[in-house]
């Protein structure tokens, strides 16, 4: 099927570090994606990677995929109140480029 | 940086009324759009596959008299909720594959969604 799994909730504390997973369906995905949706908001580009990269880090974001088991995970390090929404993974099919997502994880940050 | 414009907002309307929702590039040719649409605590889902000159593509279950979509051009595409309903109310967001000819593998960049509730 063309389920992309995430976790959904996750809360954190301010100043630690917050690790969003997703398994995600085809192994020939080339793109994958991590967006974020603050409420009443439309979705905000993260980050992606590459399939034929297995990390990617990007200021206090780090990105790990695991092709073999169809892994893809987000690491926010020294989490802010200011992270707090729900985060969205995704992962490109068809020749046209459309988009799967999971049903997002809500990030709660606690002070 | 790509920009994706989409207007309006929110819209609240009475039942019957048609709604149409504008979905524009800003500083790039899209000659692809996408339309989503999002409920509550859940994620997006794809709607239909806007292209420009030429009919959309839609999802299963997406009805096309309902939903109309024009991509009259290469910077504007248009959906138009025909005679909505509450149960129509729903988010609706549009996205556009970043520069290039190919729409594959390009990042998507999306407008800030529509929020329409039927009354």
């Known amino acids: 099927g063309e389920d992309v799994e995430q976790s959904l909730f996750l809360s954190v504390r301010e100043g630690d570090s917050s690790v969003i997973n997703c398994t995600y369906t085809?192994?020939?995905?080339?793109?994958l994606y991590w967006y974020k949706q603050e409420p009443g908001a439309g979705l905000q580009l993260l980050t992606y990677?590459?399939?034929?990269?297995d990390m990617k880090q990007d200021q206090r974001l780090t990105v790990l995929l695991n092709k073999k088991d169809k892994h893809l995970s987000l690491r926010i390090a020294d989490t802010q109140t200011g992270d707090s929404a729900i985060y969205f993974c995704?992962?490109?099919?068809?020749?046209?480029?459309?988009?799967?997502f999971g049903k997002g994880t809500k990030l709660s940050v606690k002070p | 940086g790509a920009v994706v414009s989409q207007h309006p907002s929110w819209v609240i309307c009475k039942s019957g009324t048609s709604v149409k929702i504008e979905c524009r590039s800003l500083?790039?040719?899209?000659?692809?759009m996408f339309w989503y649409r999002q409920f509550p605590k859940q994620s997006l889902m794809l709607m239909a596959t806007?292209?420009?000159?030429?009919?959309?593509?839609?999802e299963q279950g997406v009805e096309k008299d309902k939903f109309l979509i024009n991509h009259a051009s290469l910077t504007l595409s248009t959906l138009t909720v025909t005679s909505a309903h509450p149960e129509d109310s729903s988010f609706y967001i549009c996205?556009?594959?970043?520069?290039?000819?190919?729409?594959?593998?390009?990042?998507?960049?999306f407008g800030d969604g529509t929020r329409l509730s039927i009354l």
């Open positions: 996205s556009a594959p970043g520069t290039g000819k190919s729409a594959v593998n390009q990042p998507q960049h």
């Open positions: 085809d192994s020939s995905s080339t793109y």
């Open positions: 990677i590459f399939s034929n990269m």
């Open positions: 995704a992962e490109i099919l068809g020749s046209q480029g459309n988009l799967i």
């Open positions: 500083d790039f040719q899209a000659t692809t």
């Open positions: 806007s292209n420009e000159g030429s009919k959309a593509t839609y």
